[in-house]
């Protein structure tokens, strides 16, 4: 568990620290300075990290079940086999516009601030309190204790994301509050009218230097949301993307009630069941906790080996068995479609083979102990050698 989700840990701990040494130094030259230097470097690979992971997850985020239909959840366990799309995706542009107008700001402030005219150095700091507030937004909407962690959930990578950019973008806005000041304090004011030298002390304190960023934030949204809108948006969609859903703190959408279905989440169970008839090549019906399953010849090898272990290595069958019981399941909630279904049969097929290897160097008569699984004279016949 922890060797899966180490390397999130290990984004979100290395976006942490950079805000912390940046809030945590005083402003320097080199802030004022154009260069890629190697900090400025290892930020952006940071950066551009916990954005692909975030435009992955939100496509993955889209396989989810729509707002305002009913889930699909194992009558024998009572645990889900999907979960709702945590996104309103037909709102999605909105989302992923500021994203990549955030990744390019951020770019842009850390190595071309010099460049920048007053007016477009304000507008891409809005952009970054804009991302920022977005993220924010989104970690609330979603939560941190919906279940245990599960490094193919794109809720949970979305949410790695967006901590990881909310961190990035705060330490980037205290840069350009000190590039901000180191700059302006160098210019001349004594030539301006008398109202613009009062407006401009104003200004200058140092806890009225983010005002033009802030009053420029809703503009910025504004503008954007007005060109979406001639590519068929709403003109709310920012808002829409966390209300239009279900199951979730911001959802407006009231869940129905789950629809039971039978099984437990075996997701080689699910594999023989959702797959292509060419490709997994179901057998014949079986017999699984009193319940009816469409079995294929993988998923028989794979119980007579676990079959093997229980009768030869009980001990070392139940660490197995836990661990497939605890990682098996999250599998299993992501095979959602045919194709899902055959590539997870296609990855199995190494296994497959191993474990038929081991039935036929350890078992008499290994097809035999095959053929029987999941059917109710074999599950018999298994409990009698048992108490042999």
């Known amino acids: 568990m922890l060797l899966l989700s180490s390397p999130f840990l290990a984004l979100i701990l290395a976006a942490f620290c950079s805000m912390i040494f940046t809030f945590a130094r005083s402003s320097s030259k080199g802030e004022l300075l154009e260069e890629a230097s190697p900090w400025r470097v290892f930020d952006g690979i940071l950066l551009s990290i916990a954005l692909l992971l975030m435009m992955i997850a939100y496509v993955f985020d889209g396989d989810g079940v729509p707002a305002g239909e009913p889930l699909k959840v194992y009558a024998q366990l009572g645990k889900p086999l999907s979960e709702y799309m945590s996104l309103a995706h037909r709102h999605g542009a909105a989302l992923i516009v500021v994203w990549l107008l955030g990744f390019v700001s951020y770019w842009l402030l850390r190595v071309y601030h010099r460049r920048l005219s007053p007016i477009i150095y304000c507008l891409f700091n809005a952009v970054l309190i804009l991302c920022v507030a977005l993220a924010a937004l989104y970690l609330v909407h979603t939560g941190f204790s919906r279940r245990e962690f599960d490094p193919i959930d794109p ?63 809703f503009p910025i949204q ?36 789950p629809e039971m279905v039978p099984g437990n989440g075996h997701y080689l169970c699910t594999v023989a069941a959702r797959g292509h008839r060419r490709v997994v090549k179901p057998l014949r019906a079986g017999i699984r906790h009193g319940e009816a399953i469409p ?94």
């Open 295 to 388: 079995i294929n010849r993988q998923l028989m090898i794979a119980n007579a080996f676990e079959n093997v272990l229980e009768q030869y290595m009980p001990s070392f069958h139940r660490v197995v068995r836990r661990l497939y019981d605890r990682y098996g399941y999250p599998v299993s909630r992501h095979i959602r479609s045919k194709a899902a279904a055959d590539a997870v049969y296609v990855m199995m097929k190494p296994l497959e083979w191993l474990f038929l290897l081991v039935l036929y160097t350890v078992d008499a008569r290994p097809e035999n102990r095959i053929h029987v699984q999941y059917s109710a004279w074999g599950k018999n016949k298994w409990r009698k050698k048992k108490l042999q």
């Open 155 to 217: 809720v949970q990578i979305l949410q790695t994301g967006c901590l990881t950019i909310g961190l990035l973008y705060l330490a980037q806005l205290k840069r350009s509050l000190d590039v901000w000041a180191a700059v302006r304090s160098g210019e001349d004011t004594e030539n301006l009218p008398a109202w613009q030298r009062a407006l401009r002390r104003v200004l200058d304190k140092r806890w009225m230097h983010p005002l033009p960023w802030i009053i420029l934030l």
């Open 222 to 257: 504004i503008v954007i949301q007005f060109i979406l809108v001639l590519f068929g948006q709403r003109p709310d969609s920012f808002i829409r993307e966390f209300l239009d859903t279900s199951g979730y703190h911001l959802s407006r959408i009231p869940a129905p009630p």
